[in-house]
């Protein structure tokens, strides 16, 4: 390609970067691109050096010698480089099978070949024919002048490539000259003798192998012959000019395990003696038990514990942390030199290796299938020396012993192939529990005694780099499937994804290295003062007579001069301060790899033998041998972290980060699992960037964007197995199944029954036919306490995933750093905010909220279990989504400021969907479900369920104040601004029906007054929507009414749980002034106390705070409400009720009409009136030019008292009328709605504040009443209707006993105050049986105790009779709590909310 250049015009031949090369084809420098930074700056150091130098270093025979071995390692990280080009040149082509010629629709839109599949796969299947002999013009003569158009931007594209088979031509040369040097320059390649060499040579072989097998699964003829095709078409059909080398180069290699046998021939008979070397370590390390028992592996001997350190054979259980290596080196010598295999002794090697592996690995996960290609290339050969041996061309003796061996080789490799499959899981199963079991003691005895560490390094790395190779091995045979070699078939191999020993072998591999990590001072400190000693034994050795009558010459002598030197001005260590101290022994190294290249040359004058013959009489270690353990410790000084990297990392499980995430969440939380692995799964992501090839810079981006998603991958499982464990917890099987509980219901049954059975048997320990009970005791027979031990396990694995989560360190991936506790805190929190958001709906319809609390509190009890074991406060992280959940704005009565906007769509959800559905199912009934109040119970009922509940199981008094405890006062604020918004439309249609309708109700007002029935009929029938009007009322009553539970809910929970700000608040109502118009801050506390059910009357304030915020009653419509609503009498609606002694309410809810009409009337006076006062202050204020009277003191309360005396005289009006038309509407043809208004006043009298008991005596005879509860509960079972309420004491029940006793008790329990009302009070009964009142003798100001009568009515109200008949009797006991003077000549009643209570004659 470089000489190809000169048929471009427009291009210099000298800048092209293919003629530089050329120009340097032999030299070191040639390879800058494929050498990392570091080497390369080296290598142009190294060349510089010795083409300027005045030769001193060019003629030095040692510097010659030890550029070999630099060279050794330049082109195995040459080897390295060209196979990235080459896996990423697979990748961008989708992985193509260049052998069968299978290209996918991805390679020809990978841009790298013309679009043109007929051409380009013709002249790969056509290789080595020139394209001029494949007549291409017949095949496809458009794709053909296609191509010749765009030659030039289709070379550009395979130029890079066409590079890259040059390079592995260039490689094969010099690698092979390399090897071919080394081969027969060495005098020994043993490992024992001369491992520093060997393994160089050995990685260079393996290295160059490797290229060569994998070249193959590039398109090599395609890439060729394409170029080849495109260049002629431009250059004038010539052929460019590396065109014939490279055919031959990849004729020669096709297949290349050929082209490797014929060109490793030369080396073959070196590379038998070198994997006969290794076999020992081999075969010991297929020995599990040998490793076992003779602990290889541990610290300690076994068989003597005494023997601390592993003394017995440090050298064997050193050389353990190459095996892997030497596994390699025999499965590819004998794959490329299968000559080797008719050694003796090298068919038990060649066995254990090959029983164990089914592929070989070349590059990251790049493989090729191994049985398959020994029995293609390897078997014959065999059987060919096989055939040899018997034709008899060697003699007799030695014919018939390679006869018999290649014939053992011949069923080695035919048998070993189903052996391999069949057990090698089995093998290495076995290996990796041995693993684990040994880095587990050795983690252990090493946290114990650290001292002991530092001697024994090169065993941690030995164990290391087994468990290194096992955890690959696993990996890299996984969704593997094999071929037989007698059967077409491909069977898979059985690799167990669910194997726990993985995560154990990460682990050890993990904690170990930390160790490592955490002591590698007193390693350093340990090889330095080794290295201090090895000074003056090499000192030692130099001065032998044997050395000195060796007569060294001067370099070799200056080189081991320089060596004791170096480790003579090592620093010494000084106790603590090893830490500190910096010692680079790379210039000691690198001469002591010169000092090997000489002794080890064949052409040097003094080799390995005379230097261990010269030292040997001492009785000590040769001086090679002390040079080389010198070697190796001074490793551990300035090169720990990289062995450690070297046999502790698993960068390259970053190939197989699929399966690796699959095994970890088969295994993580299985039966074996153990949380304490999390760690160690998640730290081998750190080392995945370093995989990245630095020739390929789009690597680098890649692997670290995959090491985080696989980290992120791996959370989220780790995240999904907390919540599992917790949700496990939290369901009815677990924490669940210890909180049930049985009914009272229940255990009567279960009582009843199991006092008629007899005793039951031992074996069965469930009732037969006892409703499904189970006896006591039950959970101890073994087939049912299976539920508790899961309950412990999983108890257990969250308590210790939690306390790793919370101990392990950050995980640093690149830029990202991932902290598990914050991981762990997200994920409970998450969590409990998903599992709340679920809980408030079940299949049906919304939870019930004592079962949501109940599921929150068990949901809690795991949290605070997992929060033992953590350091974070997770209880404020759970009251901070409640909140959230719970906020949707500033509570109305507390907070002036205003919800920010970014929460507007952030917060409240779960409250707004349970408030949603109070509103839609209770106050508005939209699913036709018959809705009922019912006071007696102070519940609302269904006729049927509503979703999967009926009414009265979700609004009565603990429902509600579960409801509270769960959302709080921002739950409570919401619920109560819904039924406001809600109420105040209900209000505004009585508003527009009032308008409407005013003049009609005006004429009616006046008949009523008149006395003329006839035109009040007439006025009242004109009316428009009466019944819609009536409903809305009711509805608004219904709204009152729930708000009213819900507050008394919400002030009991408050009073359970801060007492003190109860009464409090409750203190600031009594003693709170009463003036009109109210200041801001009075206002607000009233909310507050209203919200909590502390206030007076309840009702009236909350309509007074919706018509305030709305504007209603603004005009002077609203004083004729009093002869509106007794307009309602008339409706039809009274037609279809009855009342319902069970509820204390009617069966349409009308009762709800009554809490709406006093509580509308109510609030209106009090609006009116706080306006008209506005207007006077200020007309007042106008005229007095800022000059106050005594005047305007008196009449700072006068406003609260004609409030309350404008609201009574309407409440009696409406009483007065209502009546009327009640009894004026009854005729013998038609009575039955008279029973049903006459209770509906008489529960209005009873439920309105503002209005006496007794107010209805005047217009309906008792006697009427009387009657009509008699006949209402004498057909009532005594029983239950005698049944009085247990929270009733007798002196509450007296206080009930007349309509007298109402107004004679205060809360407050002032002497003459109270005395005087109820004397009042009194004297005012004595004459209501014979008075008639008119409106004036309502309107007289009470200015006396006119407070102390309102606190006496707001305790009255939390204590009076909601329904139910009235207790006449003919006389009456006294009781502690009366204030009365004396015996009411009205008759006497007695109340219990409970229930009912039967008639009684008292003597």
Same mark, same amino acid.
């Given at each position: ?1309 002032? #002497? =003459? !105050? @109270? ?9 005012? *009964?004595?004459? $209501?049986? /014979?008075?008639?009142? %008119? ?39 006294? #009781? =502690? !709590? @009366? ?9 006497? *009643?007695?109340? $219990?909310? /409970?229930?009912?209570? %039967? ?5």
């Amino acid at each position: 390609m470089a000489n190809s250049r000169q048929y471009y015009p427009s291009q210099d031949e000298s800048a092209s970067p293919t003629s530089a090369r050329s120009r340097e084809w032999e030299g070191p420098s040639r390879w800058t691109e494929y050498l990392g930074p570091e080497m390369a700056s080296s290598v142009s150091s190294r060349s510089s050096k010795h083409t300027t130098s005045d030769g001193h270093v060019q003629s030095s025979a040692a510097s010659t010698k030890a550029l070999n071995i630099q060279w050794v390692v330049q082109m195995i990280e040459v080897a390295e480089g060209l196979m990235a080009k080459m896996y990423r040149l697979n990748q961008i082509l989708e992985y193509p099978d260049p052998v069968a010629h299978v290209f996918s629709e991805a390679f020809w839109k990978a841009g790298v070949f013309p679009n043109h599949p007929r051409i380009c796969t013709l002249l790969s299947k056509k290789f080595p024919e020139n394209f001029t002999k494949s007549q291409l013009e017949r095949i496809d003569k458009f794709s053909l002048d296609s191509l010749q158009d765009g030659a030039e931007l289709h070379l550009q594209s395979l130029e890079p490539w066409i590079q890259l088979l040059l390079d592995l031509m260039a490689f094969r040369e010099q690698a092979l000259r390399l090897i071919l040097d080394l081969s027969s320059t060495v005098i020994t390649l043993l490992p024992h003798q001369n491992s520093l060499i060997l393994h160089a040579f050995m990685d260079l072989f393996c290295a160059f192998v490797r290229v060569n097998l994998f070249a193959e699964k590039i398109p090599r003829k395609m890439l060729l012959q394409v170029y080849n095709l495109l260049h002629a078409l431009s250059r004038n059909d010539r052929d460019c000019d590396f065109y014939h080398r490279l055919v031959q180069f990849i004729d020669s290699y096709d297949p290349p395990l050929k082209g490797l046998q014929e060109d490793l021939n030369f080396v073959s008979p070196r590379i038998g003696e070198v994997l006969e070397a290794v076999g020992p370590s081999i075969f010991l390390s297929a020995d599990t038990r040998k490793l076992r028992n003779e602990g290889f592996l541990s610290p300690y001997h076994p068989r003597f514990p005494d023997i601390l350190t592993n003394s017995a054979h440090p050298m064997r259980a050193q050389d353990l942390a190459n095996v892997t290596s030497y596994r390699e080196w025999v499965l590819l010598g004998y794959l490329v030199c299968p000559d080797e295999l008719l050694r003796v002794t090298s068919i038990d090697i060649a066995l254990v290796v090959l029983k164990e592996n089914l592929v070989v690995t070349l590059f990251r996960d790049e493989y090729i299938m191994l049985h398959e290609d020994y029995q293609l290339y390897v078997l014959p050969r065999v059987l060919e020396s096989k055939k040899m041996a018997k034709s008899g061309r060697t003699k007799q003796k030695e014919a018939d012993l390679e006869y018999s061996v290649a014939k053992q080789v011949e069923k080695m490799i035919s048998e070993v192939h189903d052996q391999a499959l069949q057990l090698c899981d089995t093998i290495h199963r076995e290996r990796r529990i041995l693993l684990k079991q040994e880095i587990g003691r050795m983690v252990l005895f090493f946290t114990d005694q650290p001292s002991l560490l530092a001697p024994n390094i090169q065993m941690v790395f030995s164990a290391l780099a087994l468990a290194q190779s096992e955890v690959l091995w696993y990996f890299q045979h996984a969704g593997i499937a094999s071929s037989r070699s007698k059967a077409a078939r491909v069977i898979p191999v059985d690799i167990d994804p669910n194997d726990p020993t993985i995560g154990f072998l990460l682990d050890g591999m993990d904690r170990l290295c930390c160790l490592v990590r955490k002591y590698i001072a007193a390693a350093r400190g340990y090889a330095l003062s080794y290295l201090s000693s090895s000074a003056g034994r090499i000192r030692y050795l130099m001065g032998t007579p044997g050395i000195v009558a060796l007569d060294l010459d001067p370099t070799l002598k200056g080189l081991f001069q320089r060596i004791v030197q170096h480790l003579e001005t090592i620093p010494k260590t000084q106790g603590e301060t090893v830490s500190a101290i910096t010692c680079d022994l790379s210039e000691f190294r690198k001469d002591w790899l010169s000092i090997l290249m000489i002794v080890t040359s064949s052409r040097s004058s003094i080799n390995i033998r005379h230097l261990e013959k010269a030292t040997v009489s001492t009785g000590k270690e040769g001086l090679l041998s002390e040079g080389n353990a010198a070697y190796n410790w001074s490793r551990c000084v300035d090169e720990i972290e990289a062995q450690l990297s070297k046999h502790g990392s698993l960068k390259k499980l970053y190939f197989y980060h699929q399966h690796l995430t699959t095994v970890f969440r088969n295994t993580m939380f299985g039966p074996e699992g153990r949380p304490q692995h999390c760690c160690a799964w998640l730290s081998v992501a750190s080392s995945f960037p370093e995989c990245a090839s630095l020739i390929i810079p789009e690597e680098v981006t890649k692997f670290g964007r995959d090491a985080v998603l696989y980290v992120e991958s791996l959370i989220e499982s780790i995240m999904g197995g907390l919540e599992g464990l917790i949700n496990i917890l939290d369901s009815e099987g677990g924490f669940g199944a210890l909180e049930s509980q049985l009914l009272p219901e229940q255990a009567a049954a279960y009582l009843n029954n199991a006092s008629r059975i007899s005793a039951p048997s031992m074996k069965s320990p469930r009732v037969v036919g006892g409703g499904g009970f189970t006896l006591p005791g039950h959970e101890s027979y073994p087939e049912n306490n299976k539920s508790i031990k899961m309950l412990e396990a999983a108890i257990q694995r969250l308590t210790n995933l939690c306390s790793i989560l919370n101990d392990m360190e950050p995980i640093c991936v690149i830029n990202h750093v991932f902290v598990l506790r914050e991981y762990m805190r997200e994920c409970i929190l998450g969590n409990f905010k998903r599992r709340f958001l679920t809980a408030l709906q079940t299949d049906n319809d919304l939870q019930r909220p004592s079962v949501l609390e109940s599921l929150i509190r068990r949901h809690m009890s795991i949290v605070h279990l997992a929060e033992q074991h953590v350091s974070m406060d997770l209880t404020q992280g759970i009251r901070e989504i409640l909140l959230t959940e719970a906020f949707s704005g500033p509570v109305s009565s507390l907070h002036l400021f205003e919800k920010p906007a970014e929460q507007q769509q952030n917060t409240g959800s779960a409250v707004e969907v349970v408030c949603n559905w109070y509103m839609d199912n209770i106050i508005k009934d939209v699913s036709g479900a018959g809705i009922l109040f019912a006071p007696r119970h102070k519940y609302f009922k269904s006729a049927r369920p509503v979703g999967g509940y009926f009414a009265e199981s979700v609004t009565d008094l603990k429902e509600l104040q579960a409801f509270v405890r769960i959302f709080g006062g921002y739950g409570v604020d919401r619920l109560d601004r819904m039924m406001k918004v809600h109420t105040a439309a209900l209000v505004n249609c009585i508003e527009t029906s009032l308008r409407s309708n005013r003049e009609l109700i005006e004429a009616a007002a006046a008949s009523m007054h008149s006395g003329d029935r006839g035109e009040r009929d007439a006025s009242i029938r004109q009316m428009v929507d009466l019944d819609t009007v009536i409903g809305f009322c009711i509805e608004a009553g219904e709204a009152l009414a729930f708000d009213e539970l819900l507050a008394e809910a919400s002030g009991a929970v408050l009073e359970d749980n801060a007492s003190l700000i109860h009464s409090m608040i409750f203190g600031i109502v009594e003693h709170i002034p009463e003036e009109v118009p109210e200041k801001k801050e009075v206002r607000r506390i009233k909310g507050v106390a209203n919200g909590n059910g502390v206030s007076g009357d309840h009702d009236s304030e909350w309509v007074r705070l919706i018509l305030e915020e709305v504007g209603g009653a603004n005009d002077n419509s609203w004083s004729l409400l009093p002869y509106f609503f007794a307009s309602f009498m008339t409706s039809n609606a009274w037609n279809t009720t009855g009342f319902n002694i069970e509820t204390g309410g009617f069966s349409n809810n009308i009762h709800c009409l009554a809490r709406c009409i006093s509580a509308v009337i109510a609030g209106s006076e009090y609006v009116r009136l706080q306006r008209e006062y506005h207007h006077q202050q200020q007309q007042h204020q106008s005229l007095s030019n800022g000059h106050q009277s005594s005047e305007n003191l008196d009449s700072e309360f006068q406003p609260r008292v004609t409030a309350e005396a404008s609201i009574k005289s309407s409440m009696l009006l409406f009483v007065k009328f209502a009546a009327s038309i009640v009894l004026d509407s009854w005729s013998e043809a038609n009575r039955s709605h008279l029973v049903a208004k006459l209770i509906f006043l008489d529960q209005l009298c009873e439920s309105s504040p503002y209005l006496p008991r007794s107010s209805l005596e005047s217009h309906v005879p008792y006697t009427i009443l009387r009657s009509i509860y008699t006949q209402y509960y004498s057909n009532t079972p005594s029983t239950p209707l005698a049944a009085a309420s247990p929270h009733h004491s007798p002196s509450v029940s007296l206080i009930h006993a007349s309509p007298s006793m109402k107004n004679s008790t205060t809360p407050r329990g002032s #002497g =003459s !105050g @109270s005395s005087n009302a109820a004397a009042a009070d009194s004297g005012y *009964f004595k004459g $209501s049986s /014979s008075s008639v009142y %008119s409106q004036e003798h309502y309107n007289e100001p009470e200015t006396g105790n006119s407070r102390s009568n309102e606190n006496s009515k707001s305790k009255q109200r939390g204590t009076s009779r909601r329904s139910g008949p009235l207790d006449y009797s003919t006389s009456h006991k006294g #009781g =502690s !709590g @009366s204030n009365s003077t004396g015996p009411s000549p009205l008759p006497r *009643f007695a109340v $219990s909310r /409970s229930g009912p209570i %039967s008639y009684k004659q008292h003597n």
